[in-house]
């Protein structure tokens, strides 16, 4: 006998697909569901993982779209934030040698190609843009955690912007929803 409590989750479940080329279709009603959020925050169960990187693109990709996030930021890169953000307003730059310099888990495949989709973005849509987030001036602290969440707050209280926070595990992510 199938235990009810599996039943329960099969019958919730939704099976995303990990595949490369797989619309966006399957996210779209997760996506819905939290697309109320100020700060909604992508994490993964452990770092450069392709599968989970191609979600998260996909999720990022219908959040912008079609709910209206326009800031994106990525856990702990302070240095390519900054840079990004230039490249995503202006175009100015080559995205693949800007995520060659930012932290060894943002040199992936599914985040360049979401850094090149949200430059056609604002390409398009140039009066509504996506931005990347980055520290506003403030005091630096010794507690890496709390100066993400400050950081997303202080973009947030600036810009407006609802957020998209793509962190790389759990921890970025608790600390960013946890305030």
Known sequence: MIDPIVRAIDARALPLSTADDASDEDVRPV?????????????????????????????????VREHGFRSIALEGDKAASVELDSYLRTGAGDPRELL???????RTGALLDVVRWLRG????????????VHPLDGPPTSDVERRQVDVVLAWHERTGHRIVYWGATGHGVGASSSS
């Open 31 to 63: 996506a819905a569901a939290l697309a109320g959020a100020t700060v909604l925050a992508l994490g993964a169960s452990a770092r450069v993982t392709h599968e989970l990187s191609v979600v998260a693109a996909r999720f990022v990709r219908v959040l």
């Open 100 to 106: 060659g310099r930012a932290r060894a888990f943002w």
């Open 121 to 132: 973005w604002n390409e398009q849509h140039p009066d509504n843009p996506v931005r990347a």
